[in-house]
C-alpha cells in the first residue's frame, strides 16, 4: 500500500502495531490514519477509541481481509471514513483520501 500512497504523492510512515504507532506519538502529525482491523496486539477499532479518548480527531479509513457487519457498523458510528475490503479498490482509497484532504471538493 504504501507504494501506492507514494506513487500519488501521499507521505507515509509505516507501523507494525497499535502500539508501535502509539508509543511514536505520531498521532500529532497523523493527517489521515489507513489500518488493518485485525492487528496484532490492539485491534483497529481499540486503536481508535484510544485516539479519540485522547482527543485526537485524525480521519481512519479501515481496512480489513474479514468484512464484519457488526465491526464495520462500529467503527463507522466512531467516526471512520471508510471500511474497506481487501483487495481494496484503488480508486475507492483514492476517493478517501480526497475526502479526508478536502481535495474532492468544489
Not at 480527531?57 to 457488526?70: K, N
Not at 467516526?79 to 475490503?85: C, F, K, P, R, S
Not at 481487501?86 to 476517493?95: F, R, T
Amino acid at each position: 500500500m504504501n507504494c501506492y500512497l507514494e506513487s500519488c504523492g501521499y507521505n507515509c510512515a509505516t507501523f507494525c502495531t497499535a502500539e508501535e504507532y502509539l508509543s511514536a506519538n505520531a498521532a500529532r502529525e497523523t493527517a489521515c490514519l489507513i489500518v488493518d482491523v485485525q492487528l496484532p496486539g490492539m485491534k483497529g477499532p481499540e486503536l481508535q477509541d484510544r485516539l479519540m479518548a485522547e482527543g485526537y480527531r485524525i480521519p481512519i479509513i479501515f481496512v480489513t481481509g474479514y468484512c464484519d457487519e457488526q465491526i464495520r457498523n462500529r467503527v463507522l458510528r466512531a467516526g471512520a471514513m471508510a471500511y474497506l475490503t481487501k483487495p481494496w479498490c484503488e480508486s475507492a482509497l483514492s476517493g478517501c483520501l480526497e475526502r479526508a484532504f478536502g481535495l474532492g471538493a468544489g
